[in-house]
């Protein structure tokens, strides 16, 4: 098969693990930075090009799009899906999972628990929505951040406020979690393909940080996820339409909450469990490529 990766870094960890799968099985692989390609749009004719030339007779795509060039990288996968190429993740899907308003949203109408969620464009109502997310300490949340940036921790009524007038004043987009305390700086990450959980592990920060993102300096241990979890994140992958996916969870007194839902998740996952992500990855396209296209029956 002709695969394209969609990526902006060829030196990026998983692109070259991707890429290595796929040539060990026999396919032609093809690294292209989205964020260069440019789309003509004409009757009845979709068409990428790239430095100069069109990107022709390509399979499938895997779109690997930074959380930065959500909707240029997004165009340029849909331009592809209107050529019916094979995506393992689809535009629209992308999209939904990169907002977390509309994320959290699409969860919770299928029945995924989730942190209970405020959102709010004002500060109006301030004392009535502390109120209603439990009361402070609580967590607000940027709509688009990623990597634990856009994450804070509100630990008093006074400063919850002042965040909250922060982000009004810049016109920012945010939500107001219920704070999940009895695990805070840790949670756990399913790594979902074909609708399967593959490999999981709990990620624990290292300092006194309450977000466990490796990107903030958490640490992964490989773990295995109860039969509860593991139908969880099956549940949320499939809410969001999203065959391949990373699902963050956190284990509450409660019981597993899904904290979100990651389009292009990142590969650090194998070093942590030794599991062949990658293969698992091109695996499931050489069973899913052939046959009909599936619509997208997310709805939202
Ligand atoms: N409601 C919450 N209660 C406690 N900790 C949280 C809560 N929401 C997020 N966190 C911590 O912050 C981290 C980042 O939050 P997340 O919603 O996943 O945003 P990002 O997209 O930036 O990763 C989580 O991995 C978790 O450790
Ligand atoms: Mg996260």
Redesign the pocket.
């Given at each position: 098969m002709k695969i394209v990766i969609l990526s902006k870094g060829p030196g990026n960890y998983s692109t070259k693990r991707l890429k290595e799968e796929a040539l060990k099985r026999g396919h032609e692989v093809r690294i292209i930075n989205y964020a260069e390609c440019y789309v003509l749009v004409e009757h009845n004719k979709p068409v990428v090009r790239y430095r100069g030339e069109e990107i022709v007779d390509v399979d499938v795509i895997i779109p690997r799009i930074a959380p930065g060039l959500t909707k240029y990288g997004g165009a340029v996968a849909r331009q592809f899906e209107m050529q019916g190429v094979f995506t393992t993740a689809s535009s629209i899907a992308i999209a939904r999972s990169r907002d977390?308003l509309r994320a959290i949203q699409i969860l919770a109408r299928a029945g995924v628990e989730t942190?209970k969620t405020i959102f709010a464009r004002e500060t109006a109502a301030v004392d009535d929505l502390i109120e209603q997310a439990g009361g402070a300490p609580l967590?607000i949340?940027v709509a688009r951040?990623?990597?634990?940036?856009?994450?804070v921790?509100a630990e008093t009524r006074k400063a919850a406020e002042a965040v909250m007038q922060a982000f009004y004043v810049e016109g920012v987009s945010f939500l107001v979690?219920?704070?999940?305390?009895e695990?805070?700086?840790?949670?756990i990450r399913a790594f979902v393909v074909g609708g399967k959980v593959i490999a999981s592990m709990k990620?624990q920060?290292l300092d006194d940080d309450?977000?466990?993102?490796l990107h903030q300096g958490g640490e992964g241990k490989a773990i295995k996820l109860t039969d509860v979890e593991r139908r969880i994140a099956q549940k949320a992958a499939r809410a969001m339409g999203l065959p391949i996916c990373g699902v963050?969870m956190?284990r509450s007194k409660e019981g597993p909450l899904v904290?979100?839902v990651n389009a292009s998740p990142g590969f650090g996952i194998e070093k942590v469990t030794g599991h062949n992500v990658a293969e698992k990855i091109i695996e499931y396209i050489e069973q899913s490529s052939k046959g009909t296209r599936r619509k997208d029956r997310v709805g939202a």
């Open positions: 977390k942190p967590i949340k951040g990623t990597h634990g940036n856009g994450v921790l979690q219920e704070y999940i305390e695990s805070a700086g840790t949670d990620r920060s309450f977000r466990s993102n963050d956190m904290l979100e």
